[in-house]
């Protein structure tokens, strides 16, 4: 799915920018919270996180709920089809010298600001059509801001053929909390 870097939609919008107005408030938080709590309390797995029906309504909520992106993220990694890697799995790997591209599919503004060093940047809403600048044979990292496009820019390549592709675990900014410790 290409994700435009801004976004003019109205609040009825379905494009997977982050918008202002679909950040939580302290209600959706707590009904969260509630919904995690019941989900636990009847023992839930994560694959079961993925298929709730949150009735999905425009005005209150994107399509996918941060709950079902929880799910489907985990469920990946539990089950290896999107498997992730941590700060420090992935430094270790480039300390032994194994040739691994990282890839950045954050906005231009948000790299700005910070990056794993090294990192290609392919912006999520150009990886398909500028996936050719990568090897498909080499180890892939994705990574965003928290991992949830991350994900995404994941599913991306691995439905080009490309075979080792991970996500890393936190994004950036578990990146950046790993390296300044």
Same mark, same amino acid.
């Given at each position: /799915? &290409?994700?435009? #870097?801004?976004?003019?939609?109205?609040?009825?919008?379905?494009?997977?920018?982050?918008?202002?107005? $679909?950040?939580?408030?302290?209600?959706?938080?707590?009904?969260?919270?509630?919904?995690?709590?019941?989900?636990?309390?009847?023992?839930?797995?994560?694959?079961?996180?993925?298929?709730?029906?949150?009735?999905?309504?425009?005005?209150? $909520?994107?399509?996918?709920?941060?709950?079902?992106?929880? @799910? /489907?993220?985990?469920? @990946?990694?539990?089950? @290896?089809? *999107?498997?992730?890697?941590?700060?420090?799995?992935?430094?270790?790997?480039?300390?032994?010298?194994?040739?691994?591209?990282?890839?950045?599919?954050?906005?231009?503004?948000?790299?700005?600001?910070?990056?794993? *060093?090294?990192?290609?940047?392919?912006?999520?809403? #150009?990886?398909?059509?500028?996936? @050719?600048?990568?090897?498909?044979? &080499?180890?892939?990292?994705?990574?965003?801001?928290?991992?949830?496009?991350?994900?995404?820019?994941?599913?991306?390549?691995?439905? &080009?053929?490309?075979?080792?592709?991970?996500?890393?675990?936190?994004?950036?900014?578990?990146?950046?909390?790993?390296?300044?410790?």
């Amino acid at each position: /799915m &290409l994700q435009p #870097q801004s976004c003019t939609h109205p609040r009825e919008c379905n494009c997977p920018v982050a918008h202002e107005w $679909a950040t939580p408030n302290a209600d959706e938080l707590g009904q969260r919270t509630e919904l995690l709590t019941t989900a636990i309390t009847f023992g839930a797995d994560v694959a079961d996180l993925f298929h709730l029906d949150l009735a999905y309504s425009p005005t209150y $909520a994107t399509t996918k709920d941060p709950v079902h992106y929880t @799910g /489907m993220a985990l469920d @990946g990694a539990i089950h @290896g089809h *999107a498997p992730l890697i941590t700060p420090a799995e992935l430094e270790t790997r480039r300390k032994t010298g194994e040739k691994i591209q990282v890839v950045n599919v954050r906005s231009a503004k948000d790299r700005a600001k910070s990056f794993v *060093a090294d990192s290609v940047h392919l912006p999520l809403d #150009q990886l398909r059509e500028r996936s @050719g600048e990568l090897d498909p044979t &080499l180890v892939t990292v994705t990574y965003c801001n928290k991992g949830v496009t991350g994900n995404a820019g994941q599913n991306v390549l691995r439905n &080009l053929d490309f075979e080792r592709v991970y996500n890393l675990s936190g994004g950036n900014q578990n990146w950046q909390a790993w390296t300044s410790a």
